[in-house]
């Protein structure tokens, strides 16, 4: 399966069963940390991961490697961004419209920011583009923060994140999967998805849930 059908495939199974699916294939946790939450829609994306570092610092500079990043990665990224150094920063914001405007037309799916974003009202407004973050500060990065690195292994939410990697999102938080396993990890969702909505049938039957699974497990 190219690129093009694991993504779309995942588009057809829940956040959660693709969460259970990475815990039970890879033996650790895909899900990151559950304050990592849709901040400008609740709308759910899937993409490739594309990797930003950034740092702390005392000076004011541009972030070069998140503009040289969303002008470069590839159509269909999410961009991951981790705030190194201050894990879960919520202090000043990281992301915001600009950043959100150039990711938007270079055609990436959603950005997913271990620290802060800001201008949520513009960004829902105009771009209606999926931003998942810690926090919400109108604080700005200059000065604050700078852009390290881009293209690297971070650690996002409490997640090990590879560039490649495939990152879905909605309401119920976000989900890495590895791309050495994004077959098996796709294949089992569609299996926990498949067993879940025939155990709900059952409850619904059986207006039990302790009778409607014993049903389902009888099926």
């Known amino acids: 399966m190219d690129e093009d059908a694991i993504i779309d495939a995942y588009r057809t199974v829940t956040v959660a069963s693709v969460a259970d699916a990475v815990d039970s294939i890879s033996g650790r946790r895909g899900f990151m940390d559950h304050d990592l939450r ?4 609740d709308e759910p994306f899937v993409g490739t991961a594309a990797t930003l570092l950034y740092g702390p610092t005392d000076e004011t500079v541009p972030p070069v490697h998140a503009l040289d990043l969303i002008d470069t990665a590839p159509a269909g990224s999410v ?5 190194g150094g201050r894990h879960g920063a919520p202090d000043a914001a990281v992301w915001g419209a600009l950043l959100s405007a150039g990711a938007v037309a270079n055609g ?4 997913v920011v271990d ?3 800001r201008d949520v009202r513009e960004i829902r407004r105009d771009y209606e583009f999926p931003v998942s ?3 919400v500060s109108p604080g ?9 690195s881009a293209g690297e292994p971070i650690t996002c939410g409490g997640v090990l994140v590879n560039p490649g990697d495939i990152v879905v999102g909605d309401t119920d938080g976000v989900v890495v999967v590895p791309r050495a396993q994004a077959m098996a990890v796709l294949q ?6 498949a067993r879940e909505l025939a155990q709900a049938r059952s409850i ?16």
């Open 108 to 111: 990436h799916v959603a950005a």
């Open 204 to 219: 619904r039957a059986e207006s039990s849930v302790r009778s409607g699974l014993a049903r389902a497990r009888r099926a």
């Open 79 to 83: 961009i991951v961004v981790s705030v």
């Open 115 to 117: 620290g802060a974003v």
């Open 133 to 135: 973050a810690r926090a």
């Open 38 to 41: 849709p901040r400008t829609t």
């Open 140 to 148: 700005s990065a200059m000065g604050r923060y700078r852009t390290v």
């Open 188 to 193: 089992l969702a569609r299996d926990i998805d």
